[in-house]
């Protein structure tokens, strides 16, 4: 809501889209990574890593 308010209350303020995958483009490596595993732990799986010759 504060975002409307905002952009109703100054006649100057622009909405910038962003993009769709501004935030995915955004995000850490390592963040990702341990989101990934999080979200399969929880589904019962057990993730081990291997990296990628």
Do not use: C, N
């Not at 962003?18 to 993730?47: C, M, N, Q, W």
């Amino acid at each position: 809501m504060s975002i409307v308010w905002h952009l109703l209350s100054d006649p100057d303020a622009r909405f910038h889209d962003l993009g769709a995958d501004f935030h995915d483009s955004h995000i850490k490596p390592d963040r990702k990574k341990r989101t990934h595993i999080r979200r399969l732990e929880a589904l019962g799986y057990r993730v081990i890593l291997q990296p990628v010759a």
